[in-house]
């Protein structure tokens, strides 16, 4: 686990789902690798259509970035959309932004389809300007996506600290088409879509060794064995090993969060009172949100099994009276940390891992929509046959520059700046 002495708010209040080991041998038309939100999203429109699958989770379902995020149901990605065009070109950028502009609205529809309880809020998201310098960043993306026919609207600094009941951010960027969920129990509810389908989920069995036989492909755990004609490598930044048989490169970022108890009503009516999920502009980004019950998260770049883990908790705290002084005396009852894999461009990748076999990651902190249709369309390609519905153009490996040096620099910055919080507050 990512330290025993953490408690993770999603996971305790997300609810339970029982998937039991895998033990002896089975035969599906899909194996899947990784329990997340991709993993979950697949199995569930394989089963759709029909066909038998197994997934395998090393850990218990929705263990890593799918139960660990903020829950912020965000449209697109953190490239904007005509970068990404620049980058892919006019016909690939154009179809992935397309996807991604709708990720939000599928999430939600299989939520309302399937029943899942997951606090699902759909009132927009607060891209916050931090500094008066954010908002130029903001209006840039503002500009972009109304390009696009986006739902999204430029708040003055008046109506964003009304919304967000701070008077320390300078503006907004408010994206209608998104909102916020309990992201642990809305793969949870994946889960149990998939499973009611006849999907086998399978947690705690690592894959262990994987190989191409006789033209399919065997998944081993330490209880069992899966024979599949179609693999889907779903493990995203908590990949173990070198089970990839192919180069997959991505850094990998750590993100902490902290929730108090739930606010009395009075400030329920004074914070966020609208229920949009927020985060900065800040190079160093913050996020903050409420859940259901009241309580005010508040999170950024770090990781709490660490020797300066407590740096960043405190820097956290520090945070949340900072922007909200009318909640200091609010204890803190949960706080944790979860994985992010990114990329050097921000994009997710696909990679071919063999034949009938492909691995997604890279989703650079935008999990929930990306890796819900991610996982839907690449279900579809595999068991079709046909790589024309994939949302990319898989590549043979993918290769990240500096890995450990980036990682060094993502966590020495996030250090620096939370060090630096506390002098000033000192």
């Known amino acids: 686990m990512d330290g025993e002495s953490q408690r993770n708010l999603w996971a305790s209040t997300g609810g339970m789902l029982e998937a039991a080991p895998l033990t002896g041998a089975l035969r599906a038309d899909l194996a899947i690798i990784g329990g997340g939100y991709t993993g979950l999203s697949a199995a569930l429109a394989a089963a759709k259509a029909g066909a038998e699958v197994a997934l395998v989770e090393a850990e218990t379902l929705a263990h890593g970035g799918s139960g660990r995020n903020v829950g912020l ?12 065009v620049a980058r892919l070109g006019a016909e690939a950028g154009g179809r992935l932004n397309a996807l991604l502009a709708g990720a939000p609205a599928r999430v939600f529809e299989l939520i309302e389809a399937h029943g899942i309880d997951c606090e699902a809020t759909r009132r927009g998201t607060l891209h916050c300007a931090h500094a008066p310098a954010g908002m130029r960043e903001l209006a840039e993306r503002h500009r972009q996506l109304a390009a696009t026919g986006a739902p999204v609207r430029l708040l003055g600094a008046a109506e964003a600290r009304a919304r967000v009941g701070t008077k320390r951010i300078h503006g907004a960027l408010l994206d209608a088409r998104a909102g916020t969920i309990q992201p642990h129990a809305y793969a949870l509810g994946l889960a149990r879509a998939a499973q009611g389908l006849g999907a086998r989920l399978h947690a ?21 064995t899966i024979r599949a004609r179609a693999l889907l490598l779903a493990a995203n930044a908590y990949i173990r090993g070198d089970i990839a048989p192919v180069r997959q490169d991505f850094v990998p970022v750590h993100f902490a969060q902290i929730a108090t108890a739930p606010l009395p009503p009075k400030l329920r009516a004074e914070i966020m009172p609208g229920g949009e999920g927020c985060w900065d502009t800040a190079l160093v980004m ?5 859940d259901r019950a009241g309580r005010l998260i508040v999170g950024g770049i770090g990781r ?13 705290r520090r945070k949340l009276v900072e922007l909200f002084p009318q909640a200091a005396d609010i204890p803190v009852e949960y706080q944790w940390h979860g994985r992010i894999a990114m990329t050097a461009d921000h994009l997710p990748k696909l990679v071919r891992i063999g034949p009938e076999a492909l691995s997604c990651l890279g989703y650079s902190g935008r999990g ?51 060090l630096a919080g506390a002098r000033r507050t000192g």
């Open 73 to 84: 149901v965000n449209a697109g990605l953190w490239t904007p959309p005509e970068e990404i």
């Open 286 to 290: 913050s996020s903050f949100r409420l």
């Open 368 to 418: 929930i929509g990306p890796g819900t249709v991610f996982g839907e369309a690449v279900a579809g390609a595999l068991l079709a046959g046909d790589p024309e519905g994939l949302p990319l153009a898989p590549v043979a490996e993918h290769r990240e520059r500096l890995v450990r040096l980036r990682q060094a620099f993502y966590e020495a910055g996030a250090l620096l700046t939370h």
């Open 204 to 224: 705690h069995s690592p894959a262990r060794a994987l190989r191409r036989e006789r033209g399919a492909w065997i998944v081993e755990t330490p209880g069992g």
């Open 304 to 316: 709490l099994d660490h020797p300066a883990g407590r740096i960043h908790a405190s820097w956290a």
